[in-house]
């Protein structure tokens, strides 16, 4: 069975800085996605950022980049020049894209802390 | 075009009665995910429906259960309720393989 493992359950980031959350996860699916979602103090899930394992390139979205090491199964997220407004909980997440196991797995979640 | 929308918003009741949790999801979607998240802890998985059958389903005890309806909306009932199920309960939608969609949720409270 897929698993997505977060372990750092805290971090903090000086505002403007760069920081990155990890991720691993284990799979012996070929097909899949990962994903980021960010949940903010209102508790509304937000997709942050996704990655389709057949591609090799890293994934972007503005100031959000991911580092996805296939063969490692790892897949970090880098937020660089922080801002307040990117305190929250982060969740790494798993699916296959086809079959019985193509279901939505998380990791547990960590929380991100700005400083001001 | 709508996002996933979830219903009620809040939801109080009081310990030992029955709960009903609504969801629609994007239109288009066929796989449906229901999850509780306790106040400051991670997303615990609930159910998982796609093409209206019963896909998996996480480690809760029967009296929570669901179906999905021929539309792909879908309904998260909990029986027998106890204070522990005061959560918010998400519930996300997706195409099947595809990124997840959540809903802004229902806070249930038990009392």
């Known amino acids: 069975a897929q698993t997505v493992t977060q372990s750092q359950p805290e971090m903090s980031v000086q505002e403007a800085e760069t920081v990155t959350l990890s991720c691993t996860y284990d799979?012996?699916?070929?097909?899949?996605?990962l994903f980021w979602y960010k949940q903010p103090p209102s508790r509304q899930m937000i997709l942050v950022i996704r990655?389709?394992?057949?591609?090799?390139q890293n994934a972007t979205e503005n100031r959000f980049s991911v580092n996805f090491q296939k063969a490692a199964k790892s897949f970090s997220l880098k937020i660089s020049d922080s801002q307040l407004g990117d305190a929250a909980m982060y969740f790494c997440?798993?699916?296959?894209?086809?079959?019985?196991?193509?279901?939505?797995?998380f990791g547990k979640g960590i929380t991100l802390s700005v400083r001001p | 075009e709508a996002g996933v929308t979830q219903s009620p918003t809040h939801l109080i009741k009081t310990r030992g009665q029955q709960a009903t949790l609504r969801c629609s999801p994007i239109?288009?979607?066929?796989?449906v995910y229901w999850y509780q998240q306790a106040l400051g802890l991670g997303l615990q998985f609930l159910l998982w429906y796609d093409e209206g059958e019963e896909r998996n389903r996480g480690n809760f005890p029967p009296r929570f259960s669901g179906r999905q309806f021929p539309n792909y909306s879908s309904e998260l009932n909990v029986n027998a309720l106890e204070l522990e199920d005061s959560a918010l309960y998400l519930c996300a939608s997706s195409l099947a393989g595809r990124e997840a969609f959540f809903g802004q949720g229902t806070r249930l409270t038990v009392v």
């Open positions: 239109s288009g979607h066929t796989s």
């Open positions: 990655q389709e394992a057949y591609k090799q």
């Open positions: 997440a798993y699916i296959a894209s086809t079959g019985a196991n193509s279901k939505l797995t």
């Open positions: 799979t012996s699916e070929s097909d899949y996605y």
